[in-house]
């Protein structure tokens, strides 16, 4: 029976204790990290700075953007998180550039069994954009969840006209396999999103080694 769930991919709940990296890109060190408690002042800081960036591209949420990213919600959405990682739903990271929190990387609904799938996302703090450090975090967070993890599938979804992270996935591997039509509700409207989709066999070695090969990191 242990045998048949380990063929199965799963549950591995500790996966998402891994530190991933770090990858060196024209900005600096990228590193992706579990996230931890005392990341609330950071978070509520840089969410709430980029609000103008993040809005257009992230889920409708209750209440003003401000009150939902004041430093006092992330003990409770920590807490969650944390909760889903050890049942080994979500893989919720946070990016850091030399050391510095620049932003997260979440990969969700990860599901075992024959589809051994998630979708995986991410935002940068517009001080760093144009570094490489997405690009990187992805190509990590991929690599993780095709190794250790187990999964075989990862999906994005993208608004059309979000070329900067069409750009990252593009970059990493990922394939576009179609619209979703009124997908999600962003910003208060259903919009049409690209979905993107990455397989193990789409990868002829690791996304790093790509990204490295590609001259756009260095170990
Ligand atoms: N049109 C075309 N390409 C663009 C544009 C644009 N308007 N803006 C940036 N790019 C390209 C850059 O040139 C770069 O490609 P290149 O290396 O070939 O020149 C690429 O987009 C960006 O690559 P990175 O530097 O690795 O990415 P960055 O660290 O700047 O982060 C990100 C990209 C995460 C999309 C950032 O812009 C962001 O946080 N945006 C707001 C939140 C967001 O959109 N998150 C993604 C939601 S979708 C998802 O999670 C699957």
Redesign the pocket.
Known sequence: MVGVLNWLGGPHTRVWQSTLGPLRTSAGAVTVRPIRSRDGAIWSELRTRNEK??VP?EPTGIGSWVQRHHRSQWGPLYSALKSEARRGTVLPYVIELDGQYV?QLTVGNIQRGAVRSAW?????DSD?????????AVALGVDHCFGRVGLHRLD???QPA????Q???K?VGFRTEGLLERYMDVDSRWRDHLLFALTVEDLPGTAVEALVRSG?ASY
């Open positions: 960036t993040l591209w932003g995986i996302g991410y935002w940068i760093h954009f144009g570094g490489g450090i997405a690009t990187a994005a979804t993208v979000n070329e900067a992270s750009a990252v996935l970059k756009r």
